[in-house]
């Protein structure tokens, strides 16, 4: 459900997973809820990483933000993370 998936990062709760696909001209940052029985994954949202090629995650230990990092074009940037494990769009960048 993502194209080229470098890095996965689960929530604190074990609720939700979010995943970069490494995109050369752009990527983006998925989240999933996680089914606690089977394991199964269901697409809730996906958010703009604000740069090219996203290849890390790290949730805070709080699960109310994800930091990514974007290896092609060298920024960092954090997305909100709402109660039902959506992603917000990107509230800070740095290049």
Do not use: C, M, W
């Not at 194209?3 to 997973?17: E, R, T």
């Not at 954090?78 to 769009?89: Q, W």
Request: net charge negative; no cysteine; glycine share 14%.
């Amino acid at each position: 459900e993502t194209a080229s998936p470098s890095f996965l990062a689960l929530h604190p709760s074990g609720k939700f997973l979010y995943a970069v696909g490494e995109i050369p001209n752009g990527g983006g940052v998925k989240a999933f809820a996680v089914d606690g029985t089977s394991g199964a994954l269901t697409l809730l949202n996906e958010e703009s990483s604000r740069g090219a090629g996203p290849t890390h995650l790290a949730v805070d230990a709080s699960g109310r933000a994800l930091i990514v990092a974007n290896y092609g074009s060298g920024s960092v940037a954090s997305l909100p993370i709402a109660d039902d494990g959506k992603l917000g769009p990107v509230a800070s960048f740095f290049q």
